[in-house]
Nanobody, 124 residues
């Protein structure tokens, strides 16, 4: 069983930055592809970014490319999401997720384990 706990959310002005972190426990962390997703009120949960087990490969949703960076530290069992140039439309609850697989996945239903989420609010 994998436990995921996100942190780092908050309120920021448009153009600002936030760094989200997700701590994993209860498993061998480097067995898992890690992903970040978000869900805004009234909308479906959407893929943001994912990183391979070793951290060598990443994949992003087009709307965040060049602004967000996903990274992981397998020694510390953590995955981060650095978010820059934030926009009001980035406002959502952000979730980290894990899937035991060798390849990056993007659909939310393919991820087995989820954190509780952290709120990000971007004011205009």
């Amino acid at each position: 069983q994998v436990q995921l706990v996100e942190s780092g959310g908050g309120l920021v002005q448009a153009g600002g930055s936030l760094r989200l972190s997700c701590a994993a426990s209860g498993t061998t962390f480097n067995w898992y592809v890690m992903g970040w997703f978000r869900q805004a009120p009234g909308k479906e949960r959407e893929f943001i970014a994912a990183i391979s087990r070793t951290g060598d490969n990443t994949h992003y949703q087009d709307s965040v490319k060049g602004r967000f960076t996903i990274s992981r530290d397998n020694a510390k069992n953590t995955v981060q999401l650095e978010m820059n140039s934030l926009k009001p439309e980035d406002t959502a609850v952000y979730y980290c997720a894990a899937v035991h697989t060798g390849m990056i996945r993007t659909p939310a239903p393919e991820y087995y384990y989820w954190g509780q989420g952290t709120q990000v609010a971007v004011s205009s």
